[in-house]
C-alpha cells in the first residue's frame, strides 16, 4: 500500500548518544503539505529514544461515522530493517484505561528501516473500540504496544451477543485484554461485571480455558453470593465447547433476587 520509490528524509533530532533519527516521508503516501509540518514537528519534540527500542505516538484522533482515525509517528533505534506481521496496540485514555485494541499488519504498516520516524494512518472501526467519546478526550488518548498477552475472546453468534448490554460487552472486551492469560491447564471463571434490575441481578463473566484442548461445558451451577451468603441459583448450558487458550463470554441472569449487593459468583460445588 505504501511505496518507497520517492522519500524525504529529514534529520529530526539527536538521540542520548548522539545519532540523529530521521523522518520518512514517501511520496506514494500521499501526505499533504500541512500533515509534513505537523510530523516534522513532532518529530523534533518528542523524547529521544535509546538504542534498540520501537515506539509509537498518537499525534491526532478524530471521530468517523463509524470509528476513530488517527495519525501516529512510529520511531525506531533498531540497528536493522523489520518488518512487522502481527502488532497489537492497544488505545488508552488519560488514565491508562483501554479504549480499544486493533492488531496491526503489513497492510497497516511500512517496512522499517534502522534508526527512523515514520508517520502512519490507521482507522480504529467500531469492533476495535469499546465505547463512543467525547470530543474533549480524542486531546489525551494514547497508543501503546501491547506486550502482554492474553486469552482471545471466543467468537460469538450475532443472537448471542445481543444477550449483553451495550455497557457490558464493552466493559467485558476492555477487562479481556487488561488481564493476563489464564495459568496453564486451568479452568476458571472471572466475574466482569453485575447489572441489576428491580428483582433481576444480571452477571457477565469470561470461562477462561488454559488447556490446550477444548472443554465441553454442557451445565455449570453457578452461585450468586452476597457477603458469604448463596442467595440464588442458575445454570450456564452452552451449544459448543470453550476453546482451548480462549475465554468464553456469558451473560447469566438469577432471577427473584431480594438481597442487596455487592454480588459475586461462583460455581456451585
Known amino acids: 500500500m505504501l511505496g518507497f520509490r520517492k522519500r524525504k528524509q529529514i534529520d529530526t533530532g539527536k538521540t542520548?548518544?548522539?545519532?540523529?533519527?530521521?523522518l520518512v516521508i514517501d511520496s506514494d503516501m500521499g501526505i499533504p503539505k500541512e500533515d509534513e509540518y505537523m510530523f516534522r514537528y513532532h518529530a523534533k519534540r518528542l523524547p529521544a529514544l535509546l538504542d534498540n527500542q520501537l515506539s509509537i505516538e498518537l499525534l491526532h484522533a478524530e471521530n468517523l461515522m463509524d470509528g476513530l482515525s488517527l495519525v501516529a509517528l512510529f520511531r525506531n533505534t533498531l540497528p536493522s530493517s523489520f518488518e512487522v506481521n502481527e502488532l497489537p496496540v492497544l488505545l488508552l485514555n488519560k488514565d491508562n484505561v483501554p479504549l480499544g485494541r486493533k492488531v496491526l499488519s503489513r497492510v497497516d504498516l511500512p517496512s522499517f528501516e534502522p534508526w527512523t520516524s515514520k508517520p502512519v494512518y490507521l482507522d480504529f472501526f467500531a469492533d476495535e473500540l469499546f465505547g463512543e467519546f467525547e470530543a474533549e478526550e480524542l486531546t489525551s488518548m494514547r497508543l501503546v504496544f501491547q506486550m502482554n498477552p492474553i486469552d482471545p475472546l471466543q467468537m460469538l453468534l450475532d443472537e448471542e451477543v445481543?444477550?449483553?448490554?451495550?455497557t457490558a460487552w464493552q466493559q467485558l472486551r476492555r477487562t479481556n485484554?487488561?488481564?493476563p492469560p489464564v495459568g496453564e491447564n486451568e479452568f476458571n471463571l472471572m466475574l466482569v461485571s453485575?447489572?441489576?434490575?428491580e428483582t433481576n441481578v444480571t452477571a457477565t463473566l469470561l470461562l477462561r480455558n488454559g488447556y490446550e484442548h477444548e472443554l465441553n461445558v454442557e451445565q455449570l451451577p453457578l452461585e450468586l453470593?452476597?457477603?458469604d451468603e448463596a442467595i440464588a441459583n442458575t445454570t450456564i448450558r452452552l451449544s459448543e465447547p470453550v476453546q482451548g487458550k480462549h475465554a468464553y463470554p456469558v451473560s447469566v441472569v438469577f432471577e427473584d433476587v431480594t438481597a442487596d449487593g455487592p454480588f459475586t459468583v461462583r460455581i456451585k460445588q
Open 162 to 166: 445481543e444477550q449483553f448490554s451495550n
Open 194 to 197: 453485575v447489572e441489576t434490575s
Open 225 to 227: 453470593v452476597s457477603g
Open 177 to 179: 485484554v487488561s488481564t
Open 16 to 22: 542520548e548518544t548522539g545519532r540523529q533519527l530521521t
